[in-house]
């Protein structure tokens, strides 16, 4: 039987209530959200999703999952995937898991062996988030003699591989890839010769590889930004280059801040028009700009509409959220800024060291503390702390939100919660 009869052989009251359904599954389609790179969809780290607690105990998790190794990167999830990554030994042996998100079931894991290295005390071998288009996964791991991205189907199996050299860096690999139309692009800014490169999602080919000048390495993981008035933009952070724009079709660079006078850890964030990134070093930020991107060339005098360089986090990246921008520092110390006025509207300390970045889920900001606590506070110009909850094991990963679940990664272990808990 055919939709249209169907339908017509329904009464009044029928096809009222069918209506009713079929907005209501729209509805809730639309509310739930891939999670599919490194601080979400844009890399902005804001969901819509809602009904998540403020409260919970370890009773109300859905699962939780023993992860071996050490690791610090974020999952990615993709409907009925979720991707994460973990190493154990002193690096030599880095893991892409695939699990089933509803119940934590290992689906699949890829080992990759590489040499033992070297680290940050607060670092990992496994830091680099995966990044998922529904099709393919894509993760990067790299030592001292090589940088590889590799690409595996939904199933597990290996699409390709490309080396992209020695990495050389004082405390290991950090940056995410991310994926833009049929490309995977991966930084390496690094210790030596650096370079953005973009590959062919599909078959692993350099499409195009745009060198960079080189210092110290970044750990910041690119955005692409969609700005009324351009064209769509790759944005890239380091502190050898600054803030740089290149074109994500061909690499050609569109507009550079120049240099940062420090390292960058934290990403880049855009909103209000304004792109946002910072540099800093001893576990402060030292200089935060917010770039009109719209200049071209050095736009260094012309296009910085917005400088600070007080209170303001290293490793944490900021919050854009309804004309706000929330600075979480590494000390506790969170700020909230009016950008229309560049008022600093209040700074309050919610206590603890922080090496994850805060997301914003409808509203309310998350955070994970070095010693694994959730804080939460008001996404508002008004402060409101919400309090902490204990997840019994040390985190420096970012909290992830994806299809009416919440991901909490600590260093051995993964937590889902359910929304509606």
């Not at 019994?392 to 600590?410: C, E, I, K, W, Y």
Request: charged share 20%.
């Amino acid at each position: 039987m055919n939709r249209l009869l169907f339908t017509r052989l329904l009464t009044p009251t029928l096809r009222t209530i069918l209506g009713i359904c079929l907005t209501f599954s729209a509805l809730t389609s639309l509310k739930a959200e891939n999670w599919p790179r490194f601080r979400g969809i844009d890399g902005s780290g804001i969901s819509s999703e809602t009904g998540f607690p403020l409260k919970w105990t370890d009773a109300d998790y859905a699962w939780v999952k023993e992860l071996p190794g050490l690791g610090h990167s974020s999952p990615s999830v993709w409907g009925d995937n979720l991707f994460v990554t973990s190493a154990i030994g002193e690096g030599e042996t880095r893991y892409l898991f695939c699990l089933d998100p509803k119940t934590g079931k290992e689906k699949w894991r890829r080992e990759t062996k590489l040499k033992k290295s070297h680290k940050h005390r607060k670092g990992s071998w496994a830091s680099s988030s995966p990044v998922t288009d529904g099709e393919h996964v894509y993760v990067a791991f790299a030592d001292e003699e090589s940088y590889l991205l590799i690409a595996y189907n939904l199933k597990g199996k290996k699409i390709w591989e490309e080396d992209l050299g020695g990495f050389t860096s004082q405390h290991g690999h950090g940056s995410s890839p991310i994926i833009y139309k049929n490309l995977v692009i991966a930084t390496k800014d690094q210790k030596g010769p650096s370079s953005v490169t973009a590959f062919n999602k599909l078959t692993g080919k350099t499409i195009w590889q745009a060198e960079r000048a080189e210092r110290r390495t970044s750990y910041a993981t690119p955005i692409i930004i969609n700005h009324p008035n351009t064209n769509p933009q790759l944005i890239c952070v380091s502190g050898a280059t600054g803030v740089s724009s290149l074109d994500p079709e061909t690499g050609k660079v569109n507009w550079t801040t120049g240099a940062f006078p420090s390292r960058t850890v934290s990403s880049p964030v855009y909103g209000e028009g304004l792109i946002f990134a910072k540099c800093g070093g001893g576990g402060r930020g030292k200089l935060l700009y917010g770039i009109d991107p719209t200049g071209s060339g050095n736009v260094k005098e012309t296009h910085i509409k917005y400088t600070r360089s007080s209170k303001l986090p290293y490793v944490p990246t900021p919050i854009v959220f309804e004309g706000h921008l929330y600075l979480w520092g590494d000390n506790g110390v969170v700020s909230c800024v009016e950008l229309a006025t560049q008022k600093n509207v209040w700074t309050e300390r919610v206590d603890g060291g922080y090496s994850s970045s805060p997301v914003c889920i409808n509203g309310i900001i998350y955070c994970i503390s070095e010693n694994g606590e959730v804080a939460m506070i008001d996404a508002s110009p008004k402060f409101k702390f919400h309090g902490k909850i204990k997840l019994n094991d040390p985190s420096h990963a970012t909290v992830v939100v994806a299809n009416g679940q919440m991901f909490l990664r600590t260093f051995k272990k993964l937590y889902c919660l359910n929304a509606g808990k």
